[in-house]
């Protein structure tokens, strides 16, 4: 069984004068987040799909999903956690609780503002998954990534052909996953706020799955007049 | 849903669009397999007039092309089907006019998006399904197998019933599919291909005649005849083809032309000949490709014959790649796996 579970966790204090969280805002003629779970509802490699959000938004939530997303494949919302770390635990406990679980079972976790996914991208997170455990989502970097330990001064700058930019989805086997997260002591909770992070301190194998420049993450203002572009044009359908 | 579209914005400039199709009312479908035709080789280089490109472009390329299905809310498919979508669109119904010679028609990859997308939304009428007995990467060049169909049965619709022989000029990839498609309609129809290249004419095996068109002999006749050479070519061909046409012989015009071609009125008057033209295909066209490719398996293993190469697709760069190794092939179709 694969399960998406999109993280619809942030409250958006980035988005200029909007008090909307980001994943909310239209995009073109619906929230981002349906966008965004249209993608997974549509991938026959999904079985169902679980969002995770703030709790005052839960029911705004179903109701557009109500609103937007046809019957057929089953779509939860549950309560995120305080964290990243907190919201993949939800997600582990919900879907341990609702559903048959084994050592097949894959968690695709995906941001639900980066709407911008494709079907290749989530194919390749599920077989990544299954083969290896664990995958996360890349693509090589463009700029110099410069490390700085004092935020003053340059301590290294990293060779940019090893480094590339995390996006999501990062999936894994839901099992593996949980044992990981087990292992880590609250202290370690607290600074390690990427999965994928926690399996590499642990020397676990994460693939890297190819990722898309488009595959963007809507933050910023700027973010959301990039994603509007993309989207100028559509009349073009026959 | 937001929808990736790889849409040509100038000669030889790919790049990222997204469109919002509704999943609600269309089938979704995952391109598998595409395959470039002449016609988006044209756009790509540019090789049409600049009032064509500035009319028709950006638009997503390609209109030939085999895909899975993802998604069905209009509850005609399930997914994982194997379909073919037809590319001509139509918005208006003619009892008369069939749905490829409707001026309201839209069609794909002129002028409206092609297949080169993350997705294809499509409504249900425009999907045939596929049986499993043909292989995929001959299936993605299903709409020019059914090109070949279409003219087939407008010959039928219009020649006299005697069809002891048929003449086909043109031994590139029309006249190879219009040649197995007519074996396959009317085998016992002797089929004689003529060309300019004797290689090429070598691959016509399954035909009971090739000759190049130097060397044709003077009493050679044929009842009737179709023209699959296009371009400049096209006058000498057809000049031929009156040549060696019995009286009262249909003649289909298959090849595309971008400059008026000059023809022998005189002998056309004196012979009786009916010349008609063919383009495209509709959805029924595409129902009978599959069938006689299900049941005909010498068929799709001829066309296997076409794949000149398959050339996997990741990225923009790739999609460049497949279109620069189309330019130089002469014969055979270049086949995408898209992996985009």
């Not at chain 2, 400049?232 to 009262?248: C, G, L, T, Y």
């Amino acid at each position: 069984m694969v399960i998406a579970a999109v993280f619809a966790g942030g409250i958006g204090s980035r988005m200029g004068n909007s008090d909307t969280p980001k994943q909310y805002l239209e995009l073109g003629s619906k929230p981002v987040i349906i966008h965004t779970i249209e993608k997974f509802f549509v991938n026959d490699r999904i079985d169902e799909v679980l969002v995770l959000c703030p709790k005052p938004w839960i029911a705004h939530t179903r109701a557009l999903i109500e609103k937007y997303i046809p019957a057929g494949k089953k779509v939860s919302v549950t309560e995120g956690g305080a964290t990243r770390n907190g919201t993949l635990e939800n997600a582990i406990a919900y879907i341990e609780k609702n559903y048959e679980v084994d050592e097949n079972t894959v968690i695709v976790t995906h941001d639900a503002v980066r709407p911008f996914i494709t079907h290749r991208i989530i194919e390749e997170n599920v077989e990544a998954a299954l083969k290896y455990g664990a995958c996360d989502t890349v693509i090589p970097a463009t700029d110099t990534i410069v490390e700085s330990e004092n935020g003053e001064v340059i301590s290294a700058i990293p060779n940019r052909k090893m480094m590339y930019q995390g996006q999501t989805p990062q999936s894994f086997r839901l099992l593996e996953l949980k044992s990981v997260i087990a292992s880590l002591t609250e202290d370690e909770k607290a600074v390690l706020t990427d999965a994928c992070k926690i399996y590499t301190i642990k020397n676990k194998p994460v693939y890297m799955v190819d990722g898309e420049v488009f595959n963007i993450k809507i933050t910023f203002p700027y973010d959301m007049k990039v994603a509007d572009t993309l989207l100028k044009g559509k009349e073009k359908d026959a | 849903m937001l929808n990736q579209v790889y849409r040509l914005i100038a000669p030889g400039m790919i790049d990222v669009a997204c469109t919002t199709p509704d999943i609600r009312e269309k089938v979704i479908l995952r391109p598998l397999y595409l395959s470039i035709c002449k016609a988006d080789q044209r756009y790509y280089l540019g090789n049409r007039s600049k009032e064509a490109l500035k009319a028709k472009l950006p638009m997503a390329l390609i209109h030939e092309c085999v895909a899975k299905v993802i998604s069905d809310c209009t509850g005609n498919f399930r997914p994982g089907d194997i379909v073919v979508p037809v590319p001509n669109t139509p918005t208006q119904d003619d009892d008369v006019i069939a749905e490829n010679y409707r001026t309201t028609s839209h069609f794909r990859s002129s002028g409206y998006d092609g297949f080169l997308s993350d997705y294809v939304d499509i409504t249900p009428d425009r999907l045939v399904k596929l049986p499993s007995s043909v292989d995929l990467k001959v299936a993605s060049f299903t709409e020019l197998i059914s090109v070949a169909t279409h003219a087939i049965s407008r010959f039928d619709m219009f020649s006299h019933s005697r069809k002891d022989s048929v003449g086909i000029w043109g031994d590139g990839n029309v006249g190879y599919i219009t040649a197995l498609m007519l074996k396959a309609i009317h085998p016992e129809t002797k089929l004689y291909i003529f060309g300019t290249v004797y290689e090429k004419l070598g691959y016509f095996a399954f035909a009971d005649g090739t000759f190049h068109v130097d060397h044709v002999p003077e009493d050679l006749r044929v009842d009737h005849a179709f023209e699959c050479v296009g371009g400049e070519a096209s006058r000498p061909a057809v000049s031929q083809i009156i040549d060696h046409i019995n009286p009262m012989g249909s003649i289909g015009l298959m090849g595309v032309s971008e400059n008026p071609i000059a023809i022998n009125t005189r002998m056309v008057l004196e012979k009786g000949l009916n010349l008609f033209g063919s383009s495209r295909s509709g959805v029924e066209d595409f129902r009978r490709t599959v069938e006689i490719l299900d049941k005909n398996p010498i068929i799709p293993a001829y066309l296997e014959n076409l794949i000149g190469s398959v050339i996997t697709v990741r990225t923009i760069d790739d999609i460049h790649k497949a279109f620069k190794s189309d330019i130089s092939r002469n014969f055979g179709k270049t086949v995408i796996k898209w992996e985009k």
